[in-house]
């Protein structure tokens, strides 16, 4: 009756886990809900295919396994993500494209203007509901002051300054 309790216990965690993960990935912006649900869909076969091959007692195995994939993919996409996304990576990334350039720097920088970064965190700004723009005025969201005071929290915590 104890494995019985433990294995309960492991389900409900995984669920719950399953059930946050989910809801994270719900939230996600464009562009990548087919990399999310591609994610997600080989993470459920392959922890349906590890119970379906050893039985019930494979269970744990399968639990411990999804949630470790589940896991280590969260690192993957927030990496992908920010690599797809980030206007300072494409910056570095067009300087060394054209490194053999003294000019590479400003060549990257004509490319991408200064401006644009402030426009492309305002228009995800806007897209993730983040704020709302009314009459030219850009407003924070509830949504957006709830991000704001966790972010605040979260910088607090890992001692990251004013530019972070």
């Not at 995984?14 to 939230?27: I, S």
């Not at 080989?42 to 896991?71: D, E, H, K, M």
């Not at 000019?103 to 644009?116: I, N, S, V």
């Amino acid at each position: 009756m104890e494995a019985f309790g433990y294995a309960a216990a492991a389900i409900a965690v995984f669920l719950v886990l399953g059930l946050v993960e989910t809801h994270l990935v719900l939230r996600r912006s464009v562009p990548m809900p087919h990399l999310l649900a591609t994610w997600l869909g080989v993470g459920v076969a392959l922890t349906a295919l590890v119970v379906a091959a050893g039985g019930q007692a494979a269970l744990p195995v399968a639990i411990a396994s999804a949630t470790i994939y589940l896991a280590v993919g969260e690192v993957v996409l927030f990496v992908y993500a920010a690599a797809l996304t980030s206007v300072s990576i494409r910056l570095l990334v067009d300087a060394i494209e054209h490194k053999p350039d003294p000019d590479a720097l400003e060549r990257a920088l004509a490319r991408h203007p200064p401006g644009t970064f402030l426009d492309v965190r305002l228009e995800s700004f806007l897209a993730n509901g983040y704020m709302t723009l009314t009459a030219g005025r850009y407003r924070i969201t509830p949504r957006g002051r709830r991000w704001a005071d966790g972010a605040r929290v979260l910088k607090r915590i890992l001692a990251v300054g004013h530019g972070g």
